[in-house]
Nanobody, 124 residues
Framework: QVQLVESGGRLVLHGGSLKLSCAAS????????MGWFRQAPGKEREFVAA????????SYADSVKGRFTISRDKVKNILYLQMNSLKADDTAVYYC?????????????????WGRGTQVTVSS
């Protein structure tokens, strides 16, 4: 399994921006599909964004489309999530996930490795 470590979560004001990072241990990082998921208190984990391996196709949840951008650094083996125009509903623990397959997926059960999460809190 790939080791994943998220960082960048913090308290931010409504309308603000934040960039999350996820450091991956594998040198074959670029071949994997990756994703960001989030879980708010009392709610189930939900899909946020995903990127395919090699071709880097992207997919976003409707709730974040146009505000969030997923990307990765091929040299540093880091996955990013740029979050703009943040709202209180974006408050959650954000998890990075890796899939041992290049095809993009929005389903959490298709991902093999998970980070421990980073807390994002948006104050109104």
């Amino acid at each position: 399994q790939v080791q994943l470590v998220e960082s960048g979560g913090r308290l931010v004001l409504h309308g603000g921006s934040l960039k999350l990072s996820c450091a991956a241990s594998e040198r074959t990082f670029m071949r994997y599909a990756m994703g960001w998921f989030r879980q708010a208190p009392g709610k189930e984990r939900e899909f946020v964004a995903a990127i395919s391996g090699v071709t880097e196709l992207t997919s976003y949840a409707d709730s974040v489309k146009g505000r969030f951008t997923i990307s990765r650094d091929k040299v540093k083996n880091i996955l990013y999530l740029q979050m703009n125009s943040l709202k209180a509903d974006d408050t959650a623990v954000y998890y990075c996930a890796a899939r041992s397959h290049p095809a993009i997926s929005t389903r959490s059960e298709n991902f093999d490795s998970w980070g421990r999460g980073t807390q994002v809190t948006v104050s109104s």
